[in-house]
């Protein structure tokens, strides 16, 4: 068929020539036979005869215009494989260690793909910002209701609409459930640009007070727990205690990346929606409008807020708004630990790269006969280079192929043990990785095919009997001090982590983590409608758990350190003018001895710290040092904000040791502490700590819970310890993965440094027999081969420690009471690297000590 | 005599041949060239016209040698090829390549005797 097409294109001139050219050829022939007494018709069915086969001179002459190219491609591709399969050692070896090499590739990238690149499966997505408020601690704080009206005026913005997320009881089923709820504005699923797959999303008029009160369910939800049922449409749900109708059902393709909202309804029902405007309840996502960028926005935005401020200085002073693009928000931490994941992949197969061009060098300087040969039969220097380089790219692809099996294997992998990191996302094998993997060993192909083959095309230059090998030696100990050198880079970057790891896990958080278990829980406003109802059942709650067989305490706090949730609250001390902002949590009495936050001063919350009792306060150490530097904070009164314009003075009756909030490296800030009883409060998390493996005594403790109230729900039963590992679950996921890349670097340099010497060794049998026979001792023999390879393994080192100084520094984020450029690191790693290559070259070092003379003096 | 030699049989003699042949014999027909050969190598080098036009269209197309059509002996329309000053160079490449390799094989011939 491709020849058919071909010969279509084939020009009738050039035909027309050629069949005029060969034509002549027969009647000249003919003449000479006629002239020779021949008679002319059989004159010219000898010259035709003689001539052969027309139709094939024709072919040929026409197939050389037309298929040179394709022809000689061919031809190369058969030769390549016909070389690969003879070698079928060495064949496997690089197919299946560059397949690895390329299969982490493609998982990375697969990662990075669904990560960083793939666009939120929105119109438009880079149009879409996230609006948040700011004040003078926060730059996530909430916006008011009020404030986001004025918002929605901007010209920058072609639609804004308040959003909120909180977990949902739903209840009047038979379990009492846990829904994510989503509180949104009617012109959020517009400004989005979803339409729901069944029945409407949420309108303006659900807005109103005293609207319907109605919800949407994502598409996952209405398959999972309503079995896709349409009769669903029109059904109320008992959400938050409080009838929904279910008015639609959302497509299946909205999967948001930046929240995990279930349940969406009217932002009206968010617990703490207020209209008030010196309450922030809301957040907002809003589009731009066209033509306008993001800094427009901002400009404009601020300017807004400024007037605000100015009109409502009580409720507005030193409130601002953050706008941030959605993708921003989306990929947000998730960016670094992904490059660096990337950064490593990358390097390790740069470095394959060098490995097996070093080992095809060696192998070409083998084959100077055959290309000689090949050379000398008309085979052109360009020629040569393509065949040398299409093998490469053959190994490669070959390579490819085994790589994308691995890379799927690896996206699993990934699946499985960073769900973290991926958050939502799905990596998969989909055209870009395809592309991606496709383009990698195409370009690993031609990067280590690149200088063997040309390298030999230098050689059909020069002539047979030539040796030829000093420029290649040279680039042959370029690549192994290359490789030295990357692996230095990936071993510094994985020592570096490793020592932040470590650093970070030698942080004591301020509690004692082992055998506590979590969980959280919100009663619901309707029936525990009063704070002192709140605190008591509560402290019930509190009470039979611990009395639960094999607990030793249970109490209870507002936002568990390392939960993600986090209060904070505006405090005046009497002696200074300005309000500080601290960290703030309700706990029941025993919290600090459930969770073992050591009292250092004073005295715990108790059962006399009642709703009608004196107000009273525990705060942590950094408290005290800061605002009471050298002085007794116990006895100290200070009030608390509550809203506008009143406060609540509580009396310090005791100092706790610091806790950190949310991960380990945190500083410590200032935290105060209030007991439930004096600031009740829904929402809850217990902190049960047990006397053993305290994961099984989950459904106990969950009973003892529902003995107090049966419609309770309960959610996220996790143990303080696994939320401390999570805490930084993304810096020992990439130290790991680095260490391992690292690891697989130093072998491939080994290799390569192994290959290169003892090749080397090869190659000089007869010099070193020559020197043996002279007089030179075994020990010499030792000694070169050594020289050799720590000139090179120092070039390489020296060389990685430049680069790794001058890379590491994109490290830095990541990086936990460590310098990129911290000695101890890059000696240790400078040390095992050395180490390892002294293993490499001892092989070939006993290898030349070895030398029979004789023999090696025969071998000439 | 030695059986004739195709000369398809020594792949890249045949360039040889021809820039040889053109360059002593100046412009020059494929049937010429071909007969030319043939009897100046008394009938050993039997060019095939089935490698030779390949050959020429190839070594044209290499810039080596140019062809115009032109009027033969015998006034026969007739393609005519002959050598240009890039040929002349490479036929000094291909004649030393050549040279190389007869002395070399030579050498080792005469070495074992």
């Known amino acids: ?860 | 005599m030695p059986s004739s030699l195709r000369t398809d049989n020594l792949q890249g003699t045949i360039d040889l041949l021809v820039l040889k042949t053109l360059a002593a014999r100046g412009t020059l027909h494929g049937y010429a060239i071909s007969t030319n050969i043939q009897q100046i190598s008394d009938d050993f080098l039997r060019v095939e016209e089935g490698s030779l036009y390949p050959a020429l269209h190839r070594i044209e197309g290499l810039g080596w040698i140019s062809s115009k059509w032109g009027k033969s002996s015998t006034n026969r329309r007739v393609k005519l090829y002959s050598l240009t000053a890039v040929g002349r160079q490479q036929l000094e490449v291909e004649q030393k390549r050549w040279n190389d390799l007869t002395l070399a094989v030579r050498k080792v011939l005469e070495c074992y005797g």
């Open chain 1, 1 to 860: 068929m491709l020849r058919l097409k071909l010969r279509s294109l084939w020009n009738r001139r050039l035909e027309q020539d050629l069949d005029d050219e060969l034509s002549s050829h027969i009647e000249l022939k003919a003449d000479e036979l006629e002239g020779g007494g021949m008679p002319r018709d059989e004159a010219i069915r000898e010259a035709r005869r003689q001539f052969g086969n027309v139709t094939l001179a024709l072919e040929r002459t026409r197939d050389l215009h037309l298929f040179t190219g394709v022809a000689s491609f061919l031809q190369d591709v058969r030769y390549g494989l016909r070389r690969l399969r003879r070698e079928r050692a060495f064949t496997t070896a690089v197919v299946l260690t560059l397949g690895l090499v390329i299969g982490v590739n493609g998982a990375i990238f697969s990662v990075m793909e669904a990560v960083l690149l793939r666009p939120l499966p929105f119109p438009q997505p880079d149009r879409l910002v996230e609006i948040y408020g700011t004040t003078k601690d926060s730059d996530r704080d909430g916006i008011s209701v009020a404030d986001l009206e004025e918002l929605t005026a901007a010209h920058s913005l072609a639609g804004t609409a308040a959003e909120q997320v909180q977990s949902v009881n739903l209840t009047g089923v038979e379990e009492p459930g846990r829904l994510i709820g989503g509180f949104v504005a009617g012109s959020y699923f517009e400004i989005l640009g979803v339409t729901p797959a069944l029945g409407r999303g949420i309108r303006s008029e659900d807005e109103k007070p005293g609207g319907p009160s109605v919800c949407v369910l994502n598409y996952t939800v209405w398959r999972d727990q309503f079995g896709s049922d349409k009769g669903v449409l029109g059904r109320s749900l008992m959400l938050n205690n409080e009838a929904h109708t279910v008015v639609g059902i959302l497509p299946e393709s909205f999967r948001p990346r930046y929240t995990n909202a279930e349940v969406w309804m009217p932002v009206r029902h968010y617990p703490g929606y207020s209209p008030d405007r010196a309450h922030t309840p809301v957040f907002a996502l809003a589009r731009l409008s066209p033509g306008a960028t993001i800094e427009q926005a901002r400009a404009e935005l601020d300017g807004i807020m400024l007037r605000l401020a100015k009109e409502y200085p009580n409720s507005n002073r030193d409130r601002g708004v953050a706008v941030h693009a959605l993708t921003e928000v989306v990929v947000g931490a998730r960016r670094m630990p992904v490059l660096v994941l990337s950064a490593g992949a990358i390097c390790v197969l740069l470095l394959r790269c060098a490995n097996i061009a070093g080992l095809l060098l060696s192998k070409g300087s083998g084959r100077k006969q055959e290309i000689a040969i090949r050379n000398s039969l008309g085979a052109g220097k360009g020629r040569l280079v393509r065949q040398l380089l299409t093998e490469s790219l053959l190994l490669a692809m070959s390579g490819g192929v085994v790589g994308l099996a691995l890379a799927n294997f690896g996206i699993e992998m990934l699946r499985a043990t960073s769900p973290d990191l991926l958050g939502l996302t799905e990596p998969q094998l989909n055209t870009s990785v395809l592309i991606y993997l496709a383009a990698a060993s195409i370009l690993t192909g031609i990067l280590f095919g690149l200088a063997p083959a040309l390298g030999a095309g230098r050689q059909a230059a020069a002539s047979l009997r030539q040796r030829g090998r000093t420029a290649s030696h040279r680039l042959q100990n370029a690549l192994v001090a290359g490789q030295v050198a990357v692996a230095l880079v990936l071993l510094t970057a994985a020592g570096l982590l490793v020592a932040s790891v470590h650093n970070v896990a030698a942080i004591h958080p301020g509690f004692q983590a082992e055998r506590v278990l979590t969980m959280e829980y919100r009663l619901a406003r309707d029936r525990y409608a009063t704070g002192a109802y709140q605190a008591s059942t509560h402290f019930q709650i509190a009470a039979r758990v611990g009395a639960v067989p094999r607990v030793e305490s249970a109490a209870i706090i507002g936002a568990l350190p390392f939960s993600g949730n986090a209060n904070r609250i505006v405090l005046a001390l009497n002696d200074r003018p300005e309000p500080l902002t601290v960290d703030y949590n309700p706990v029941s009495p025993g919290y600090f001895k459930t969770a073992g936050v050591p009292l250092l001063q004073g005295r715990d919350f108790s059962s006399a710290d009642r709703a009608n009792s004196r107000g009273v306060a525990v705060v942590n150490r950094t408290f005290a040092d800061r605002f009471r530097p050298g002085r007794d904070v116990v006895g100290l009164q200070v009030r608390i904000s509550t809203g506008a314009v009143g406060f609540t003075p509580v009396t310090i009756i005791g100092v706790v040791g610091n806790v950190k909030p949310r991960a380990l490296d945190e500083m410590s800030e200032p935290q105060l502490y209030r007991s439930y009883a004096q600031d009740p409060y829904a929402f809850a998390t217990l902190v049960v700590r047990t006397k053993g493996n305290p994961l099984p005594l989950a459904n106990s403790i969950k009973r003892a819970i529902w003995s107090v109230e049966r419609q309770q729900s309960v959610w996220k039963v996790r143990t303080l310890e696994y939320l401390v590992d999570r805490s930084y679950s993304y810096l020992r996921y990439i130290t790991w993965t680095l260490l391992w890349f690292a690891a697989l670097a130093l072998l491939l340099a080994a290799i390569g440094l192994y290959g290169l010497l003892s090749y080397a060794v090869t190659q000089r049998t007869s010099e070193l027999g020559i020197r043996m026979a002279i007089g030179a001792s075994p020990a010499d023999m030792l000694r070169k081969v050594f020289r050799d390879g720590l000139v090179l393994t120092t070039i390489g080192i020296i060389t990685g420690i430049a680069g790794a100084s001058g890379l590491t520094r994109f490290l830095r984020s990541q990086l936990f009471e460590v310098t990129p450029t911290e000695p101890a690191v890059y000696a240790a790693v400078a040390f095992v690297l050395l180490i390892v290559a002294s293993l490499a070259m001892w092989f070939p070092a006993r290898r030349a000590m070895r030398v029979d003379p004789m023999v090696a003096l025969r071998q000439e």
